[in-house]
């Protein structure tokens, strides 16, 4: 029956890393949660399933949540999931409790590191730093492929100190930054003089949010932000901003590997 794996990518990493997966484990099926989330009902009919997701707020993306709020397993032996920041062992199981009142489970949880991407808070990675995170990348996928071939029951532990900051700190953190929706980051959203028209954020942009009116993007305040940042990081005049958020003088990032095309195909 195979293996899917389902994800949520904005600027391609978890893309990068649902590929290379594939890559390692025959008759594996890769298939996008933004596109899912518009079917009436999402079921996989997989023996093995694995989401593959970014960290926003130190937690899973809201998508991610609405993906196991609905999606059905029941043909599943075993269930994964890969987080593309390190992060606390709360993420997964937060994730496990979601799939548990439906009488599914988490049997395995990874976590891996690839660049930052969130304009407003990290710095441009430079190449070497993204190629030695690269090469830290593929050791680890060869680990995670034999433990999810043999079906292991695996969990990842970051220790008692991370637990004690998943339960405090970054529980306040993750709660302002859910609570005013990023400080109000989908409602910051502009173009400045360097825009060209070239409509790269429409095509892009997974919520549809994003429409050109007299060759100018806008952003429809009525429709959820997906936070996935892929518009300001494609856009290749770098003319997308966000009011307040420091990314005026920054530089951005996306997967090198990683096309336009790639992302807005996810819809």
Known sequence: MGVEIFYFSGTGNSIHVARELKRRIPDTTLIPIIGTLKRGK?????????????????????????FLKRVVLHSASYVFALSNR?????????????????????DGSFAVNTP????????????????ELENKLQEKLDKIQGLIANKTHFHENTGPLVKVLANTLLRVSRFMFQKTRYFGLQKSYYADDKCTGCGTCEKICLSNKIQLVNKKPTW????????????????????????RKRTKNKGRYHHPLIKVNDIAEQK
């Open 220 to 243: 429809n305040d009525n429709i959820a932000c997906t936070y996935c940042f892929a518009c300001i990081s494609y856009c290749p005049s770098i003319a997308i901003q966000a009011r």
């Open 116 to 131: 930052e991407n969130f304009v407003p808070i990290f710095k441009l990675p430079t190449k070497e730093e993204v190629m």
């Open 42 to 66: 999402i079921e996989s009919k997989a023996d093995t399933v694995g989401v593959v997701f970014p960290i926003h707020a130190h937690t899973y993306p809201w998508v991610v949540e609405e």
């Open 86 to 106: 390190e992060c606390a062992d709360k993420v997964f199981s937060d994730m496990n409790k979601l799939l548990m009142k439906r009488n599914f489970k988490l």
